[in-house]
């Protein structure tokens, strides 16, 4: 990435914590535009002025790498806020599913409209001077000039113990080294210790050499192999639908390859899909329609919903006279296991609008298909 600059970003949940703080870490890493680079050991901290039964924050920092300028960045920041079902109150102390903010952004002071930058919690909150310092200890803070190390000096953890009892820190996801030298991420403790569990129930040995590091890259595969699930259609196409008042020819992609799990054996099925649709005024950019069937073939499917789903998708963002789709893919729990033969494929279609009701439509697509 060039042109980038580090950032240090905070993030904070007491709703569904133990799901929202590592799903939001999963948003910032596939964001094209953000590198994480680090991320901090999660500190548990009681609710603050909420009501008396809100449960605790976990509170981490993030250490990443960004394209984006500062305003930039707080609106991605806000959209997977959104996405992860964020409601946003007048009340600071209200509940949250997730909290992320710009703590530092390189060496910027800055006031914006309603915020600033470096965040002055960077000082002044114990929950994000400590996990901002274990991200970047040596990063210079631009009004003090203290190490964020010696800002976290500050704040022992006896102290805020004094302030209440029930302080305390936990690691609820372990962090460690990935395939980066010096850098650590943030995966699924859950679905690692599975993988692990997977491993000795089928008799092998997870500590062994060659298995000590796979429970990590299994969720890490998984990770992306499901990512449609967290994926939007509207964040896919963005803005890449255009007007298109004469375009009256049907529009076929042929030959997008595509790569899915079947649902009832977890195993990959993959192809090839044809895309087809008779403009209505809008056309989209060819390119986003591979990225449309991605979004639905990164879940555990079956072909024939993942057919329709392509079909349905085209249907919502172009509102087009007709669509068509038609996909070939061969099922590796049919072919490794022998059921069938190991050349079958299956073909599956779908078929919206003028594609269904025009004979002579849908015998162009299908011959345009073959
Ligand atoms: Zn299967």
Same mark, same amino acid.
């Given at each position: 990435?060039?042109?980038?600059?580090?950032v240090i970003l905070s993030a904070g949940s007491n709703?569904?914590?133990?799901?929202?703080?590592?799903?939001a870490?999963?948003?910032?890493?596939?964001?094209?535009?953000?590198?994480? %680079?680090?991320?901090s050991?999660c500190i548990a901290t009681p609710s603050v002025g909420g009501?008396?039964?809100?449960?605790?924050y976990l509170n981490a920092a993030m250490l990443i790498?960004?394209?984006?300028?500062p305003?930039?960045l707080r609106?991605?920041l806000r959209?997977?806020e959104?996405?992860?079902?964020?409601?946003?109150?007048?009340d600071p102390n209200e509940?949250r599913?997730i909290d992320l903010d710009i703590v530092y952004y390189?060496?910027l002071v800055k006031d914006f409209?309603g915020w600033t930058v470096p965040d002055p919690h960077g000082l002044t909150a114990m929950y994000v001077a400590v996990p901002a310092a274990e991200v970047a200890?040596?990063w210079?803070h631009p009004v003090t000039?203290q190490d964020l190390e010696e800002v976290a000096a500050g704040f022992?953890?006896?102290t805020a113990?004094?302030h209440s009892?029930?302080i305390?820190?936990?690691?609820?996801?372990?962090?460690?080294?990935?395939?980066?030298?010096?850098?650590?991420?943030?995966?699924?403790?859950? %679905?690692?210790?599975?993988?692990?569990?997977?491993? %000795?129930?089928?008799?092998?040995?997870?500590?062994?050499?060659? %298995?000590?590091?796979?429970?990590?890259?299994?969720?890490?595969?998984?990770?992306?192999?499901?990512?449609?699930?967290?994926?939007?259609?509207?964040?896919?196409?963005?803005?890449?639908?255009?007007?298109?008042?004469?375009?009256?020819?049907?529009?076929?992609?042929?030959?997008?390859?595509?790569?899915?799990?079947?649902?009832?054996?977890?195993?990959?099925?993959?192809?090839?899909?044809?895309?087809?649709?008779?403009?209505?005024?809008?056309?989209?950019?060819?390119?986003?329609?591979?990225?449309?069937?991605?979004?639905?073939?990164?879940?555990?499917?079956?072909?024939?919903?993942?057919?329709?789903?392509?079909?349905?998708?085209?249907?919502?963002?172009?509102?087009?006279?007709?669509?068509?789709?038609?996909?070939?893919?061969?099922?590796?729990?049919?072919?490794?296991?022998?059921?069938?033969?190991?050349?079958?494929?299956?073909?599956?279609?779908?078929?919206?609008?003028?594609?269904?009701?025009?004979?002579?439509?849908?015998?162009?697509?299908?011959?345009?298909?073959?």
């Open positions: 990435m060039p042109d980038t600059t580090p709703i569904d914590a133990e799901r929202c703080m590592p799903e870490v999963r948003n910032l890493r596939r964001h094209p535009d953000i590198d994480v %680079l680090k991320v050991t009501p008396d039964d809100a449960p605790d790498m960004t394209r984006l300028d305003e930039s609106d991605e959209k997977i959104d996405r992860l079902g964020r409601v946003r109150t007048d509940p599913t390189g060496d409209d200890p040596t210079t000039g022992t953890m006896e113990v004094k009892s029930s305390r820190l936990s690691q609820p996801y372990t962090t460690r080294e990935s395939d980066f030298d010096d850098v650590r991420q943030v995966y699924a403790p859950r %679905l690692e210790s599975l993988v692990r569990d997977q491993l %000795l129930e089928i008799g092998e040995d997870p500590d062994r050499e060659g %298995l000590q590091r796979t429970p990590l890259r299994v969720a890490k595969a998984m990770d992306y192999l499901t990512s449609g699930y967290t994926t939007s259609l509207e964040e896919v196409v963005n803005d890449a639908i255009f007007d298109a008042e004469g375009a009256s020819e049907m529009v076929v992609v042929r030959d997008v390859e595509y790569y899915s799990m079947c649902e009832h054996h977890m195993l990959p099925f993959f192809g090839k899909a044809t895309v087809a649709y008779l403009p209505k005024g809008k056309i989209i950019g060819l390119s986003k329609i591979a990225r449309i069937v991605d979004v639905y073939a990164r879940r555990l499917q079956v072909q024939e919903r993942l057919t329709n789903q392509v079909a349905d998708a085209m249907t919502e963002i172009l509102d087009p006279h007709g669509v068509g789709v038609v996909m070939e893919g061969k099922h590796l729990c049919m072919m490794m296991r022998g059921v069938q033969k190991q050349e079958s494929s299956m073909v599956t279609s779908a078929m919206r609008g003028t594609f269904q009701s025009d004979s002579r439509t849908r015998a162009e697509f299908l011959e345009l298909a073959r």
